[in-house]
T-cell receptor, first 113, second 113 residues
Framework: ELKVEQNPLFLSMQEGKNYTIYCNYS?????LYWYRQDPGKSLESLFV?????AVKQEGRLMASLDTKARLSTLHITAAVHDLSATYFC?????????????FGTGTRLQVTL | KAGVTQTPRYLIKTRGQQVTLSCSPI?????VSWYQQTPGQGLQFLFE???????NKGNFPGRFSGRQFSNSRSEMNVSTLELGDSALYLC????????????FGSGTRLTVV
């Protein structure tokens, strides 16, 4: 059974600081997604990583995927308060015949002044 | 372009009742997946439908069922509601099985009392 572990579970960081969220998974997959969720809201897609070595950046967020290490990272640069939310990684083990995302536990990010 | 539409947004039901939730995917998307989100279990896959057929199912009891119509709209049904069924139910659509890329709706928050 696929297991997806995120760490840390909770991250309190000051504005302007950098930090990385880690997502480890237990089985082979070359599709990984990062989502953001604000309290009481749905999941907002941030990044779609589809191959080994994929790196994508949007604003202060950068995501990467290492399929050999079964590891994805979400790096936050110079955090701002607006980034406060819960971040989920999700591994896709679809084989083209059926879809299923397995989510990590989520990392609750709190950016303080 | 309209997003994924879920109705209703909020629902309060009594134990033992049944409930039906609806999801209209993005136009042109043919795959609809359902997820349950609870504070204790996190985000868990319920099932996926494509071309009116259930293609994949998560580890949920038979009280949870669903269907998809010819216009790709999907419904999920939960019978004999239990307190533990209180959750945010999210549906996601993609244009084909296996994505890539899944767009989530705003969710239906179900409270069982």
């Amino acid at each position: 059974e696929l297991k997806v572990e995120q760490n840390p579970l909770f991250l309190s960081m000051q504005e302007g600081k950098n930090y990385t969220i880690y997502c480890n998974y237990s089985t082979t997959s070359d599709r990984l997604y990062w989502y953001r969720q604000d309290p009481g809201k749905s999941l907002e897609s941030l990044f779609v990583l589809l191959s080994n070595g994929a790196v994508k950046q949007e604003g202060r967020l950068m995501a990467s995927l290492d399929t050999k290490a079964r590891l994805s990272t979400l790096h936050i640069t110079a955090a701002v308060h607006d980034l406060s939310a819960t971040y989920f990684c999700a591994v896709d083990i679809s084989d083209g015949t059926a879809s299923k995302l397995t989510f990590g536990t989520g990392t609750r990010l709190q950016v303080t002044l | 372009k309209a997003g994924v539409t879920q109705t209703p947004r909020y629902l309060i039901k009594t134990r033992g009742q049944q409930v039906t939730l609806s999801c209209s995917p993005i136009s042109g998307h043919r795959s609809v997946s359902w997820y349950q989100q609870t504070p204790g279990q996190g985000l868990q896959f319920l099932f996926e439908y494509f071309s009116e057929t259930q293609r994949n199912k998560g580890n949920f009891p038979g009280r949870f069922s669903g269907r998809q119509f010819s216009n790709s709209r999907s419904e999920m049904n939960v019978s004999t509601l239990e307190l533990g069924d209180s959750a945010l139910y999210l549906c996601a659509s993609s244009w084909k099985q296996g994505g890539p890329g899944y767009t989530f709706g705003s969710g239906t928050r179900l409270t069982v009392v």
